[in-house]
């Protein structure tokens, strides 16, 4: 075949590669390099800083119209963000509820974003790769291999999943196609008033609104009361109302208490409730031998949410909804329009992972995942998550043998509250405990949370890190006692 003249006079055609790939690669090792010692340092920087204002104004920056140098930008991205981090790969975070990352899943990432396949389905080995790693999810928690899954943005869209699932089966109409108007009775969700604020944004986005998901005591460890929710269940099947899911939840988010999920099963199983868990705490302990057995029944669920961004340390983002009906799961989900049709052989005969989730197009976060537990095996995450749990309880050691530190209660898993105790009480006491959380922060030395319990300001730490050590916690108390004692006496002057 002759060759294609091109037009004379036509502009050269545009690309975003490189003029000269050897320049990008030379850069490219100085990134990796930098990258490396970035982990490699990270004990000896401080957790958390402010930033100054050149660094913020730097963010206000207009659209770039022309180009700059490759180097320059990478100058500017170190200057600035690899320079000012929220601090959560760092061995003294234990703000919220993070994982801590680790390097081969952010080479994952970086893989993964070179190979650049969309995960919204497909015949390719990325699109395998996503299924092997929801099997593996299921493997972990003893979930039949027949269930369904998918890979997800994280815990809050994998609870969506399981519940959105929930909703269509029990709504005793079809929601997809009539909407949740037509649903004859309102339908109810229960959990416990520890439940994570994730739930309230489901309930919102499922059309049945805040008041649709019962919220119901809790003993004095924190677990739903089961005789509340059979009363209430009573109660609402009475008034009208359709119970249609309950849920139970494997590590809460403010003390990580594990309500007993084998009750919750039989209880969903007579009363003909759907079961979902939310396990983005504590679902992963399934992997870890000297604690599996306080998450045992999570195999009964019907729905379970998982996190592998917090105790797997993928680096964000990445979650898992598994759901034991694979054919309920894709039946809530699966949409075939006639642009994304199946072909018997080819790209397109591969399975559409779409159908399982909302979205169309899927980032590659499997390879994250599947590469860290290549390299290291799952026993090694099981090990991990002890560990946590384990310096957690060391932690409650050290602040009851400090008499000016009160526990708020011995751990359930790797989240220990507690405050530092002067002898003051309400507002004023929560305020020296916020002035010693911010001073933590402010001078780089750990980062903490706070939450209320039972009505009581505390501080909270959560160990969802594989770099903490021993002695950071011991750090961790002498610096408390050491700004408790620089605050205390405003403190008590405001009292
Ligand atoms: C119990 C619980 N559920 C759900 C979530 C939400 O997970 P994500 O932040 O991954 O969306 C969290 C987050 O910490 C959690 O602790």
Known sequence: MDAVQEPLGLVAEETLD???WADVQALSHQVIDDAVDYLRDIRDRPVWREMPADVREAFAAPLPRSPAPLDAVYGEVSRTVMSYPMGNIHPRFWSWYMGSSNFTGALGDFLAAIQGSNLGGGNHAA???DGQVVNWCKEMLGFPAS???TLVSGGSMANIIGLTVARNVKAGIDVREHGVAAIEKPLRFYGS?????CHRKAMEALGLGNRALRRIPTDAGLRIDIAALRAAISEDRAAGFKPACVIGTAGTVNTGAIDDLQALARLAHEEGLWFHIDGCIGALIAIAPENAHRVAGIEWADSVALDPHKWLHAPFEVGCA??????AHRRTFAVTPEYLESTPRGLASGEWLHDYGLQTSRGFRALKVWMALKEHGVEKFGRLIDQNIAQAFY??????????????ALPTINIACFRYQPGLAGEALKALNTEIMLRLQEQGIAALSDTT???????RVAITNHRTRRTDLDLLVRETVRLGHEIAPQGAASS
């Open 18 to 20: 490189p003029p000269d």
């Open 395 to 408: 932690l409650a050691g050290l602040i009851e043998a400090e008499p000016l530190l009160e526990l708020a």
């Open 322 to 327: 598994l759901v034991r009906d694979a054919a």
């Open 193 to 197: 008033d520890q439940i994570h604020s």
């Open 147 to 149: 269930a369904g899954g």
């Open 453 to 459: 319990v039972h009505g009581e300001h505390w501080l």
């Open 127 to 129: 699109g395998l790769m």
